[in-house]
């Protein structure tokens, strides 16, 4: 079973598309995490106000086979390594959400949401 979640960064560092996708971007485009586990770009709303952080939307998609295997720390470990720098909520309006939930900028709360949506999914 495939499960896949939407998870949009808020963020004024946009150096964050290049870090995980490298020089060449394109909407669609994917990179994997780990075995089974990947990452695609959805697209990005920047805004030409100053003070205004751009918005990229991403899907994280994984088999449950392989969300078992690896465990939900792995990804939680993965994604908070790529925005713990690039996230500043302290400058307003920057923020990870992931499935609607706006999550704290910590390892251990993105897998929890991680966890909770995944679980979610199973019981439906």
Request: a negative charge; aromatic letters at 6%; glycine letters at 8%.
């Amino acid at each position: 079973m495939e499960h896949s979640l939407r998870i949009d960064v808020y963020t004024r560092d946009v150096r964050l598309l290049p870090d995980i996708f490298g020089s060449r971007i394109t909407v669609g485009q994917r990179a994997q995490i780990a075995e089974g586990v990947s990452i695609r770009s959805d697209g990005t709303e920047e805004f030409r106000s100053v003070d205004v952080p751009a918005i990229l939307h991403f899907t994280l998609e994984l088999s449950e086979r392989s969300a078992e295997a690896i465990g939900t720390g792995v990804i939680a470990a993965w994604l908070y390594d790529k925005v713990k720098a690039r996230i500043h909520p302290e400058r307003g309006g920057e923020k990870l959400v992931i499935e609607r939930t706006e999550v704290e900028l910590e390892e251990g709360a993105i897998k929890r949401v991680i966890t909770e949506n995944l679980d979610w999914e199973k019981k439906e």
